[in-house]
């Protein structure tokens, strides 16, 4: 089944408020706010496709004192070229599926973190992915940002982890690709890190 909101967005808000896309479903929206009003919790859970027209926004958990929840277990969710932002209040979890980031990414004291069992999370080319205010990314296996992807790690608790074994966690920093970290912030690998195999890649330490 198919569920089209034209230039409309959905709010996910409440104090338990609960959407879930099953298997078998399509959402074509124009713009997705998890847990984003004040002492409000959402909760969304896609195994189905969600897509984002356009230069929509993905928000979640981006307000004081909220919690917004993502789930993926299956299917995939495509965001607008607008900002996807994780707030603190944000966790979104890849469990299964594809998360494809169309925009930029900015996780900021939210987590994003991607199981074993996720087929993939990706970012577009010529982007953008921040990591400040103690945010976290981990992700697990093999990942490569775009290509001329920037990659910022700033502040103290703000992380990067690939996760895995020194056989399975690979991140690969390829076709003019750029990592800065500082101010306290932290990229870990627990396999290899590799650049300029296939193309420039640059790492700023600050």
Not at 180 to 201: A, Q, R, S
């Amino acid at each position: 089944s198919a569920f089209t909101v034209g230039t409309g967005s959905i709010s996910v808000n409440g104090t338990a408020a609960n959407l879930v896309v099953g298997s078998q479903a399509s959402v074509l929206i124009s713009g997705l706010n998890i847990g984003t009003l004040s002492g409000n919790v959402g909760t969304v859970t896609n195994s189905g496709t969600i897509t984002l027209l356009t230069t929509s926004i993905l928000n979640v958990g981006t307000v004081a004192n909220t919690t917004g929840i993502l789930n993926l277990t299956g299917g995939t969710l495509t965001t607008g070229t607008g900002l996807t932002s994780i707030g603190a209040g944000g966790k979104v979890t890849l469990n299964g599926g594809a998360l494809s980031v169309s925009g930029d990414l900015l996780v900021s004291g939210g987590t994003l973190t991607q199981s074993p069992a996720a087929f993939a999370f990706t970012l577009p080319d010529s982007h953008t992915m921040t990591i400040n205010t103690g945010g976290v990314v981990s992700i697990a296996g093999v990942w490569a940002p775009g290509t001329s992807d920037l990659i910022a790690i700033t502040g103290a608790g703000s992380t990067f982890n690939n996760t895995g074994t020194s056989a399975t966690a690979d991140v690969l920093m390829e076709h003019n690709s750029t990592l800065t970290v500082g101010l306290g912030g932290t990229f870990h690998c627990d396999g290899y890190f590799e650049m300029g195999i296939f193309g420039n890649g640059v790492i700023t330490i600050e």
